[in-house]
């Protein structure tokens, strides 16, 4: 039974992948401005920045040491090394043309404010599967995402150099690993009694993030302010 579930968690996900969503089509086909990808990217600096924060509240009340171990290990790959993943969005975001300053200045709009108040309460004031669970809908989609930007960056952004790129070529492997152990973990907690919870905590995840692409469309005027809301 509760395969079944997670097979339904999945086409939850899949139905709302974020590769649907016009901004990122849009993307692949070269057609935002420089303009709007620096926006995008000083925005989406914030997310990156905040995630290990969401990685370590979880882990801070969660009780069984394997997850506990799993989110260690993800928090580990954020933070650690240099650059870390932050410090590899922020090269991306000024290899976009944006200063240092500029970057470290953005305050976020409230569609990502709205994310990060989501992941936020998914992995500090909700159940250890909850914040799981929106782990998952996140880290689940990244690797197909990132092959996707990667390919419009080059082709149509000027991008060449793998290291202006690192960022997504490094997100590819590790959220794939992510999002296994995830699964299995959703897997071990899910049960009759928070299915319901589990499944709201997926869709409240991609409704946040799918809005946030939504606004950009709107702030830019792109087609993709036309797509449908979820």
Not at 94 to 120: K, N
Request: charged letters at 25%.
């Amino acid at each position: 039974m509760t395969q079944e579930f997670l097979n339904k968690i999945d086409s939850q996900i899949q139905d709302k992948h974020l590769l649907n969503h016009p901004f990122y089509q849009a993307w692949s086909r070269g057609e935002l401005s420089k303009e709007c990808l620096v926006e995008y990217a000083k925005e989406y600096y914030q997310h990156v920045k905040a995630f290990p924060r969401y990685l370590s509240a979880l882990h801070s009340h969660t009780e069984d040491a394997d997850t506990r171990r799993h989110l260690l290990n993800n928090l580990i790959e954020e933070e650690a090394g240099l650059p870390n993943h932050p410090d590899l969005w922020k090269n991306f975001t000024q290899q976009l043309g944006a200063s240092t300053e500029e970057i470290e200045a953005h305050r976020p709009s409230p569609s990502m404010q709205a994310i990060i108040h989501t992941f936020m309460e998914s992995c500090k004031n909700s159940s250890t599967a909850e914040g799981i669970a929106s782990l998952y809908a996140y880290e689940s989609q990244i690797p197909s995402i990132c092959i996707s930007k990667i390919k419009g960056l080059k082709e149509h952004y000027g991008m060449q150099e793998p290291s202006h790129w690192k960022y997504f070529s490094v997100h590819i492997e590790a959220d794939k690993e992510h999002a296994a152990v995830e699964r299995k973990l959703l897997e071990r907690y899910a049960n009759k009694s928070n299915e319901a919870l589990i499944a709201a905590s997926v869709e409240r995840t991609l409704l946040v993030l799918w809005n946030f692409l939504s606004s950009l469309c709107t702030r830019y005027q792109l087609a993709c302010s036309t797509s449908e809301s979820i």
